[in-house]
């Protein structure tokens, strides 16, 4: 405090200076003011009065009402009653302090040093603070943190938008009711990163009305924003010394100028035009600034640079969780700064809002602490010249002057937080919140609250009201068909969606306009997961195509082109009334085992035309490939004649002809590989439509019925988890009293009837061995009496039962007579089982 004393000594030495000299001007008058002042006419009053009453002033709406919830402090620890006597020092200390700040710097507001808690009674801001580290790891990063601070609690405005609150809840509290202001927001995100090892430090200071009110609505969504992605150029191959020249370009060069330009004239009248509406709306918002500007107060939270490889100090706004430098426009101004060791003031000019301040807490002419046993380091204020001054007595008096007043500050008074596991999973306040942005609005919600495992719902809009629905996207968890995000275009109809892996198709990727058959639908798949190596599947009307990766047999690409079919398309259409094939177009890769002259790269079956088409690989010392084309016939002709092959049948182009490839005999058994290839792949075309079948229908089914993932961890939710806990515990608790009825002692009886305490005589246990016996052997006659009595009864009811079968056989029914032999083989077995028990 000396530091300021001085400075502030100063500022009133110049000020009473000022003083005397405007004193002197003032006792001359000057020769204008010595003249008589020109008297007030009536149309000068109506003109001064008409221009006050142009001049508008806004009153700024105060909610002076406390917005505070009711809080129970019967159940209350006594630390959040009371003050400990270490407490009730600091409070003096920063009582002091305050009074001191208040007389030397009277143009400033009051501190936000001790305000009431929850119980009435006034706790240091400090104390509030109470680190602890979460057992989530999700909560670990200071990101994750914000984000849970500002899902879990709702805002709650400030009884008085221009003044501190009167009263800070602890953590504990504000966890429990899920409400708070933006002190209580930042108490609780400052308690939580101070916890996970971050130098964080909750502010007090001013705010832009958006940023105090929590509103979004001009801010763009951070969903909405694009990565930037580096474009990787492709390299390309060396030219080859001879090469095939491309054809040349015959189209007119001014043409594609002229259209090129017209086309970046328009994109750039688009551009004006939006950034001129952009600009218009926001000097329409910048017109009128809202009133109490640069007085609004608001807390935040400063993360200073250094733990945890922060690499440079940065604002975190409790209420949306977001990061701001400290050079932006939204922080207006700080009073003062706060953690869980010490409480400093901040001495800088913020005419600049706070992009001049310097975060240098060791510096106690920026930043006056409240305590000395601050953990910054101090500036050092002696010169090297004086250091040889300062003899060794001044140095222990210092010592001891420091430890005198030094002051550490007192535990927390608050409870440990504690986040239990359902309140971390719910999140948001009921399990909803809804965040409105510039042209979007952001919905969230709790797991397992939706039915079909909607998570969040990201809407997109085309205008700032936000009536004109342009996209939406939306997110789930726990689906059993490992549904993870769909996104629908309002524009064009296209859904698309994106599954994790483990769907029972390794579906990656659907995209669709109908979930009808034989419409236009794009699938991606898990390579990995599927045997054929399929990795995507397009589909429209009239053709279907397929890309391969992996594949034994060097399959890339297969392309199917359909006729017109004569029925109606149902789901089953496929299987009873397939498309007619007309074209099937098959690539495949180099196969480095065969020489490039017999490793076909392109395949072509002409189905209608009854050709087939192959292109071979190209040699790298060429600058042709080889082609082949079959003219595919019946083997009979009309009266039953078999065809032989004939050399008009094959048409070829070898670059290097070989002697054997002119034969028939190798042309005919390459045509009749050929069909047996195209009977393969028209009959795995088919088979790729009965999967689309298949998948579309598992889709509808799953979509309908849009099951849930339990884990087996969750005892609430899991019933078959449940029930098989309940199931051992009753078992175990049947084998409890197995055992406890093993341990009983049969001769508790006969024993109760002799003296307790003596010792049994030989005569006295000859007696009590044959009473047991007797009664054992009385037990076992009575349960004998009591088979031989059921068996007698069985025996009798089944004499009765056949003889009554034996009266009525003529007239009984096929089923009376199963019910007889029914009944005779279930007597049977009984009196068969009671002749046993008998035998014994």
Known sequence: MEVLKEKVEEEEAAEREDAAERGEKMAKPPPEMRKEETPMTQEMLRDLEKKLSD???????????????????????????????KEEHLLQVADNF????????????PLFLYPLNECEVPKFVSTTIRPTLMPYTELYNWDSCAQFVADFLSMEPLADPLKPPTHLYSPTTVLKYQRGNCFDFSTLLCSMLIGAGYDAYCVNGYGSQDLCFMDLTREVCPLTMKSKTKVQRKQVAPPKKYAVKPPRDLTSKYEQDQERKKQEKIKAEEEKRLKEEEERLQEAENAKPPPCTGLRVHSWVLVLSGKREVPESFFIDPLTARSYSTQDDHFLGIESLWN????????????????????????????????????????????????????????????????????????????????SPEAFETRCPNGMKVIHYKRAKLEKWAPYLNSNGLMSRLSTYEDLECTKLLEMKEWYQNREDMLELRHIHKDTGLIIDYFKPGHPQALRVHSYRSMQPEN???????????VDGLIKREETPKSMAEHYQGRPDFLAYRHVTYGSR????????????????????????????????????????????????????????????????????TEVDSKGNKIIMTPDMCL????????????????????????????????????????????????????????????????????????????????????????????????????????PGEKLTRWQAIRLKDECLMDFKQRLIDKA????????????????????????????????????????????????????????
């Open 55 to 85: 001049i508008e002033i806004a009153i700024p709406d105060m909610c002076v009402s406390d917005t505070k919830v009711t809080v129970d402090t019967s159940m209350l620890p006594a630390s959040y009653q009371s003050n400990t006597p």
């Open 98 to 109: 305050s009074c001191q700040y208040s007389h030397l710097c009277p143009d400033r507001v």
């Open 340 to 419: 869980h060791k010490n409480y400093w003031v901040n001495m800088q000019d913020c005419w600049n809002c706070c992009k001049d301040l310097i975060f240098d807490l060791g510096d106690p002419v920026r930043w006056e602490y409240l305590l000395l046993g601050t953990d910054k380091p101090h500036l050092s204020i002696l010169d090297d010249d004086d250091d040889n001054l300062v003899d060794d007595d001044d140095v222990e008096n210092l010592g001891k002057e420091d430890e005198d007043k030094g002051f550490d500050m007192p535990h927390s008074w608050v409870e440990p937080i504690e986040i």
């Open 520 to 530: 236009d639908r794009v699938m991606e798949f898990y390579e990995k997961a599927r």
């Open 566 to 633: 004569v029925k109606k398309v149902t789901l089953s259409s496929a299987e009873s009334n397939p498309r007619p094939m007309m074209k099937i177009t098959e690539r495949f890769s180099r196969n480095p085992a065969k020489p490039a002259d017999e490793d076909v790269e392109e395949r072509v079956f002409l189905i209608s035309e009854e050709r087939i088409q192959l292109r071979y690989h190209c040699r790298e010392d060429h600058i042709t490939a080889s082609r082949r084309e079959f003219l595919r016939r």
């Open 652 to 755: 070829s182009y070898e670059v290097e002809p070989m002697e054997h490839t002119k034969k028939l005999l190798y042309q005919y058994e390459a045509m009749m590989q050929l069909k047996e290839q195209e009977k393969l792949s028209r009959h795995q075309a088919w088979e790729s439509e009965l999967e689309v079948l298949e998948i579309l229908k598992l889709l509808e089914e799953e979509e309908e019925a849009h099951t849930l993932k339990i884990s087996i961890y969750d005892t609430k939710r899991n019933e078959k988890s449940r029930e098989y806990r309940e199931a051992m515990e009753r078992v175990m608790h049947e084998e409890h009293l197995r055992q406890v009825e093993a341990q009983l002692d049969y001769l508790a009886p006969f024993l109760a009837q002799l003296p």
């Open 785 to 840: 009496n009591l088979i031989q009595a059921r068996f007698e009864q069985e025996t009798q009811e089944l004499q009765k039962k056949q003889q009554w079968y034996q009266e009525n056989q003529v007239t009984l029914t096929t089923e009376d007579e199963d019910l007889y032999l029914s009944y005779c083989s279930q007597a049977m077995f009984r009196i068969r089982i009671l002749e046993q028990r008998l035998n014994r």
